[in-house]
Structures are given as structure tokens and as C-alpha cells.
């Protein structure tokens, strides 16, 4: 009887390690073959130490269990409580990092809440095997706890063994992230380079502790401007500018490149944006500034043209104080200006960003009505109640409209759309047509925008600007360097051609001055796109994309170190 309820006790222990490690080693494997190309021996090795680092969890728990009271109903309600937290923090991990290419910012996680309006496309788009293993092996760990505490506390672990836990657990572990820090650098360069990498080196938990370390002890320092990433470029004097035009920016959510080219089947699904390529200056090179901040990285970058923060959101903390942002240029020559939205102001707190940046006035979800407003809003009714705000502006004008409809996981759209295609024989997966519905409805209320500053005269005076903020990840581009998005540049005046000039988000303000003809403010990074010269594009973790002769070349380079420092300094 004494061996066999040992035994039982063993299993127990051993089932409640193992469904604890799995979630955490299918995200770590999920991150180690998007960061590094195949390698059999090196995929071993990695594995060996991802076994080693997703222990901890679950003999810390362990470990609580061992000296808790059995019976408690508190006991049982914590243990449970511990579970829903580790098994949700991994999964809300792996469903973003496969979204988004990036590990959250535990910010990010601590205001995950936000996203639970979500959770119906969630389950219908991003629930692959992996995240129902780890939804399962949830409820297995609450069994398995609750059968582990029903057993007679002489069967449960004894005091020495505890000890030898905790030590196993945060020596083997300590030992571990001391030995990759002595081998890569410290664990803080290794955040600056990225977060995924470091995760891989240095485990999940680490990773976030040195984050939380370094900004609770993080001190300000001031890094002097450095000049322009691409400071060798020169203007261009055989370009129209027009001086007063009015500004509309329109930042589409989730627009990829391909997008705009998409065919199902031969039919186009955005055959507006298409045509605009003609109408338009059109940059092939475009590059999104997307990381911790996700969709408010490209508000940074447009405008204040510097780079997001790698692991947290730049646009709440940035000392604007310091900076000079697009919008206060233009109120020097008497612009009014106004951001458009959708949803709720509190969301990554735009309702007291927005005004810090200098803009005169956010018009977000209590400003529009029925289709018009929330999540779930549809594009064209809110470029309609839009337009009654922008009919009413006197000129000239500064207009920031950020749509929604087209926001991950893109079940926002009529289930009429569908029957304009034929998606029986399309090879698409359920995530890729529903972005690509999504996006054709995006493109009809764009068109219809365009159309409406047409007959409105608006248009003839006005700089219209169609770019987006961050790719969706639902098409695939093995040619893309990195996110690719569209950027088109119109007005009525500007000679519409293809421009293959690499450039992202922290180039758009100073194209927008070069075009009104104003001169812009110290302290920008970016360069207009209209300059001529050999142009980098430059991302945080040090990533460039050079133009070379007519193809793009990506690397890495530390030279820009100063730019980056710079770019920290104002922001964090």
C-alpha cells in the first residue's frame, strides 16, 4: 500500500510538471523557428535548455502546494487562481507573438482586458493546436492539483524535498541565465537587439524581469541629436508644392502591400487602392515602425518622425516637451488640426496622447452613432459622419482619420462581401478571407471618401495621404524585408508615378512639410521620401534596409547606435 500510494504521488507530481512545461515549450519552439533558420543539433540544445528554464513555474507552484493546508478552500481557490494566470499569460503570449511577430510588453499583458471584445474572432481564427493544447491542459492542471491536494499529507512532499525544489528551480535556473549572459552579453543588450532573441537565450521570465528591472531603475538621460538617418539626401526643386493645401491623413489598420494587388481568383479585392497606384505617387518600399506600442508606434513615427520604443508604448511616455511634432509646425501657419476614431479615447490613452501631441481636438467614439462607432464599426459610415465634421473645418486643416473596421481578427465585415467572390477554389484559410473581405469593404469606403472630398471642391486644395499602420500577417510575402505596407501620396497638382525609395512611418512628417513648402523643425529622424539620394531605412532593434542601385539590401548596424539613443531619450 506504502509504494502504491507513492507511486500515485509521483505520477501526480509528474503529470502536474509536464502540463505545466508544455505551454511553455510550445511557445518557446513557436519563437525559436521564426527567429533561426532549421538546425537539427542546435534545435536540440535549445530544447534541452527550454526543458530546463519551464520548470520553474511548476515546481514553484509545487513548492506553494507542499507547505499550504490541504483542505483550505483558500488553498484550492489560489492553486486555481495560479493556474488560470500562468496558462492565460502563455497563451495571450503565443496568440500574440504569432499576430504580431513580437513578445508583448508586460504592460501590454497587464491591460490584455481590453482585447476582450475579441475573443469570438479569436477562437474562430487563432485557435490552432497549440493554443487548444494549452486551453486543455489548463482544466488537466486544476485536476490534477485537486487530486494532488486530496492526497493524505504524509503522502505529499517532506521538508527536505522542498528544499532540494526551490533549489533545483532558482539555482538551476539563476545558474542557467547567468551562464547565457557571460556568453551573449548582458541580458539587456540582448532586450535593446530584441525581445524574441532574448527570450530564447534567457527564458520568458528573466526576459520580463530585466525589462521591469531596467525601467523601474532606468534614469534619464539626455543623447544629443545626431542628425538625420539619411543626411546626405538633397532636396528637390523640380516637385509642386503647394503652399496652405489642406492635410488629410488616412492610416489604415492592418494594410499589407500585397493587399492591394490581391487576387481571388482574378477578381481584385481592392480595385480602388489598385487604380490609385496610377493616381497617385506610389511608394513600392514602405516600411511600417511597428513594436511594443503596435498601432500607436506609427502615430509616433508619422507624427514625431522618431522610432517606437522595442518593448513598451513610446506614445505614453514621451516628453513632449521636447519634441516638435507635425501638428505644432503647421498651428505656426494657422492649421487647424483633428484626429478621427472610432472607438474609445481610453484605449492606449490616445484621449490625453493626442492633445500632448498638439492636436486641437480628438473626435473619438462619443461622436459617432449606430454603424459609425466601436470595434465593430463599419468604414463607410464612419467616413460619412467623418466628412459632416470635415465639411464643417475651416481651411487649412490638419485631419488624422484612424479606422478600426480593418482591425485583427477581420470578422468585421457584411457576409454579403463574400458572395462577390468565389471562394470555394480560392486555397485561402479562414484568417486570410476574412481579411481579405475585410479589406475589400475597406477599399469601397475609401473610394468613397475620395470621392466625396472630390465633389465636396475639397480636393482641390487638399494633400491626401492612404498608408498602413502595421501589416496584418495574413498574406504571406517571402520578397517583403520586412512589414510592408502601402504608402500613396495625392494631390491634384503632384505628377503620379512609382517611387521604389525605401522609406516608413518616421518619413511621412517631413514629406508632408516638403510638400506645403515649410521648413521642419530640429530633431526629426526621417527625411522626405522626395529627396533624392542613397536612402536606409532604420528600425529599433537595429535593423536597416539600404537602397543599393535600384534593390534594397537589409542588415544591421550599430553605427546608428546614437539615433536610437536619441530616439529613447525623448521617448521613454
Given at each position: 500500500?506504502?509504494?502504491r500510494?507513492n507511486?500515485?504521488?509521483?505520477?501526480?507530481t509528474?503529470?502536474?510538471?509536464i502540463?505545466?512545461?508544455?505551454?511553455?515549450?510550445?511557445?518557446?519552439?513557436?519563437i525559436k523557428k521564426?527567429v533561426?533558420?532549421?538546425?537539427?543539433?542546435?534545435?536540440?540544445?535549445?530544447?534541452g535548455?527550454?526543458?530546463?528554464?519551464?520548470?520553474?513555474?511548476?515546481?514553484v507552484?509545487?513548492?506553494?502546494?507542499s507547505?499550504?493546508k490541504?483542505?483550505?478552500?483558500?488553498?484550492k481557490?489560489?492553486a486555481?487562481?495560479?493556474?488560470?494566470?500562468?496558462?492565460?499569460?502563455?497563451l495571450f503570449?503565443?496568440?500574440?507573438?504569432?499576430y504580431f511577430?513580437?513578445?508583448?510588453?508586460?504592460k501590454?499583458?497587464?491591460?490584455?482586458y481590453e482585447?476582450?471584445?475579441?475573443?469570438?474572432?479569436v477562437?474562430?481564427?487563432?485557435?490552432?493546436?497549440?493554443?487548444?493544447?494549452?486551453f486543455i491542459?489548463?482544466?488537466?492542471?486544476?485536476?490534477?492539483?485537486?487530486k494532488?491536494?486530496?492526497?493524505?499529507s504524509t503522502?505529499?512532499i517532506k521538508s527536505?524535498?522542498?528544499?532540494?525544489?526551490?533549489?533545483i528551480?532558482?539555482?538551476?535556473?539563476?545558474?542557467?541565465v547567468?551562464f547565457?549572459n557571460?556568453?551573449y552579453?548582458?541580458?539587456d543588450v540582448l532586450?535593446?537587439l530584441?525581445?524574441?532573441?532574448?527570450?530564447?537565450?534567457?527564458?520568458?521570465?528573466?526576459?520580463?524581469?530585466?525589462?521591469?528591472?531596467?525601467?523601474?531603475?532606468?534614469?534619464?538621460?539626455?543623447?544629443?541629436y545626431?542628425g538625420k538617418?539619411?543626411?546626405d539626401?538633397v532636396?528637390q526643386?523640380n516637385?509642386a508644392?503647394?503652399?496652405?493645401?489642406?492635410?488629410v491623413?488616412?492610416?489604415?489598420?492592418?494594410?499589407?502591400?500585397?493587399?492591394?494587388?490581391y487576387?481571388?481568383?482574378g477578381?481584385?479585392?481592392?480595385?480602388?487602392?489598385?487604380?490609385?497606384?496610377s493616381?497617385?505617387v506610389?511608394?513600392?518600399?514602405?516600411?511600417?515602425q511597428h513594436?511594443?506600442?503596435?498601432?500607436t508606434?506609427?502615430?509616433?513615427?508619422?507624427?514625431?518622425s522618431?522610432?517606437p520604443?522595442r518593448?513598451?508604448?513610446?506614445?505614453?511616455?514621451?516628453?513632449y516637451?521636447?519634441i516638435?511634432?507635425?501638428?505644432e509646425?503647421?498651428?505656426?501657419k494657422?492649421?487647424?488640426?483633428?484626429?478621427?476614431?472610432?472607438?474609445?479615447?481610453?484605449?492606449?490613452?490616445?484621449n490625453?496622447?493626442?492633445?500632448?501631441?498638439?492636436?486641437d481636438?480628438f473626435?473619438?467614439?462619443?461622436?459617432?452613432?449606430d454603424?459609425a462607432?466601436?470595434?465593430?464599426?463599419k468604414?463607410?459610415d464612419?467616413y460619412?459622419?467623418?466628412?459632416d465634421i470635415?465639411?464643417?473645418?475651416?481651411s487649412p486643416f490638419?485631419?488624422y482619420?484612424i479606422?478600426?473596421?480593418?482591425?485583427?481578427?477581420?470578422k468585421?465585415?457584411y457576409d454579403?462581401?463574400?458572395?462577390?467572390?468565389d471562394l470555394?477554389?480560392s486555397g485561402l484559410?479562414?484568417?486570410?478571407?476574412d481579411?481579405l473581405?475585410?479589406?475589400n469593404?475597406?477599399?469601397?469606403?475609401?473610394?468613397?471618401?475620395?470621392s466625396?472630398?472630390?465633389?465636396?471642391?475639397?480636393m482641390?486644395n487638399?494633400m491626401?495621404?492612404?498608408?498602413?499602420?502595421?501589416?496584418?500577417r495574413a498574406?504571406e510575402?517571402?520578397?517583403?524585408l520586412?512589414?510592408?505596407?502601402?504608402l500613396?501620396?495625392y494631390h491634384?497638382?503632384?505628377s503620379?508615378?512609382?517611387?521604389?525609395?525605401?522609406?516608413?512611418?518616421?518619413?511621412?512628417?517631413?514629406?508632408?512639410l516638403?510638400l506645403l513648402n515649410?521648413?521642419?523643425?530640429s530633431g526629426?529622424l526621417?527625411?522626405s521620401?522626395?529627396?533624392?539620394?542613397r536612402k536606409?531605412?532604420l528600425?529599433?532593434?537595429?535593423?536597416?534596409i539600404?537602397?543599393?542601385?535600384n534593390k534594397l539590401?537589409?542588415g544591421?548596424?550599430?553605427?546608428y547606435?546614437?539615433?536610437l539613443?536619441?530616439s529613447?531619450?525623448?521617448?521613454?
Amino acid at each position: 500500500m506504502f509504494y502504491r500510494t507513492n507511486l500515485i504521488k509521483g505520477l501526480v507530481t509528474a503529470l502536474i510538471i509536464i502540463s505545466f512545461s508544455i505551454p511553455y515549450l510550445l511557445l518557446m519552439v513557436e519563437i525559436k523557428k521564426d527567429v533561426y533558420n532549421f538546425d537539427h543539433f542546435n534545435w536540440l540544445l535549445s530544447l534541452g535548455k527550454f526543458c530546463v528554464y519551464s520548470l520553474f513555474a511548476p515546481l514553484v507552484f509545487l513548492l506553494l502546494l507542499s507547505i499550504a493546508k490541504q483542505k483550505k478552500i483558500l488553498t484550492k481557490v489560489s492553486a486555481v487562481l495560479y493556474i488560470i494566470a500562468y496558462f492565460a499569460a502563455l497563451l495571450f503570449i503565443l496568440i500574440y507573438y504569432k499576430y504580431f511577430g513580437f513578445i508583448p510588453h508586460y504592460k501590454v499583458l497587464s491591460r490584455a482586458y481590453e482585447g476582450s471584445h475579441l475573443l469570438g474572432q479569436v477562437y474562430s481564427q487563432l485557435m490552432s493546436y497549440e493554443e487548444w493544447a494549452i486551453f486543455i491542459l489548463l482544466f488537466v492542471s486544476i485536476g490534477l492539483t485537486f487530486k494532488y491536494l486530496s492526497l493524505p499529507s504524509t503522502m505529499r512532499i517532506k521538508s527536505n524535498i522542498k528544499v532540494l525544489i526551490i533549489v533545483i528551480a532558482v539555482v538551476g535556473n539563476v545558474g542557467l541565465v547567468a551562464f547565457q549572459n557571460f556568453r551573449y552579453g548582458s541580458s539587456d543588450v540582448l532586450v535593446k537587439l530584441g525581445s524574441s532573441a532574448a527570450v530564447l537565450h534567457l527564458g520568458l521570465l528573466p526576459v520580463y524581469k530585466e525589462i521591469i528591472s531596467y525601467e523601474m531603475s532606468y534614469e534619464k538621460k539626455d543623447y544629443p541629436y545626431p542628425g538625420k538617418i539619411n543626411r546626405d539626401n538633397v532636396r528637390q526643386d523640380n516637385i509642386a508644392r503647394f503652399e496652405n493645401a489642406n492635410v488629410v491623413i488616412v492610416q489604415i489598420e492592418s494594410l499589407e502591400k500585397q493587399a492591394v494587388d490581391y487576387r481571388i481568383n482574378g477578381k481584385l479585392v481592392m480595385p480602388f487602392l489598385h487604380k490609385f497606384k496610377s493616381r497617385s505617387v506610389y511608394f513600392t518600399n514602405f516600411f511600417a515602425q511597428h513594436s511594443g506600442g503596435a498601432s500607436t508606434d506609427a502615430d509616433l513615427g508619422m507624427l514625431a518622425s522618431l522610432l517606437p520604443l522595442r518593448n513598451q508604448v513610446g506614445l505614453f511616455s514621451a516628453d513632449y516637451s521636447r519634441i516638435a511634432t507635425v501638428v505644432e509646425v503647421l498651428k505656426e501657419k494657422s492649421y487647424k488640426s483633428f484626429a478621427m476614431n472610432p472607438i474609445d479615447g481610453q484605449f492606449f490613452n490616445k484621449n490625453s496622447s493626442y492633445p500632448r501631441v498638439g492636436l486641437d481636438k480628438f473626435y473619438d467614439e462619443p461622436y459617432y452613432s449606430d454603424q459609425a462607432k466601436g470595434w465593430y464599426s463599419k468604414d463607410r459610415d464612419f467616413y460619412e459622419q467623418s466628412m459632416d465634421i470635415i465639411k464643417k473645418q475651416s481651411s487649412p486643416f490638419f485631419a488624422y482619420i484612424i479606422n478600426i473596421q480593418s482591425h485583427g481578427p477581420f470578422k468585421n465585415y457584411y457576409d454579403s462581401t463574400k458572395d462577390n467572390f468565389d471562394l470555394k477554389n480560392s486555397g485561402l484559410s479562414n484568417l486570410q478571407i476574412d481579411y481579405l473581405m475585410s479589406m475589400n469593404e475597406i477599399d469601397r469606403a475609401l473610394e468613397y471618401l475620395y470621392s466625396t472630398l472630390k465633389d465636396t471642391g475639397l480636393m482641390d486644395n487638399t494633400m491626401l495621404l492612404i498608408y498602413g499602420d502595421h501589416a496584418g500577417r495574413a498574406i504571406e510575402d517571402n520578397n517583403c524585408l520586412a512589414e510592408c505596407v502601402p504608402l500613396f501620396v495625392y494631390h491634384k497638382r503632384l505628377s503620379p508615378y512609382m517611387s521604389p525609395a525605401p522609406g516608413s512611418h518616421l518619413d511621412l512628417a517631413p514629406t508632408i512639410l516638403d510638400l506645403l513648402n515649410i521648413p521642419e523643425p530640429s530633431g526629426w529622424l526621417g527625411t522626405s521620401l522626395f529627396y533624392r539620394g542613397r536612402k536606409t531605412v532604420l528600425f529599433n532593434d537595429f535593423t536597416t534596409i539600404e537602397s543599393d542601385q535600384n534593390k534594397l539590401i537589409k542588415g544591421k548596424s550599430l553605427d546608428y547606435e546614437p539615433h536610437l539613443n536619441y530616439s529613447n531619450s525623448l521617448v521613454k
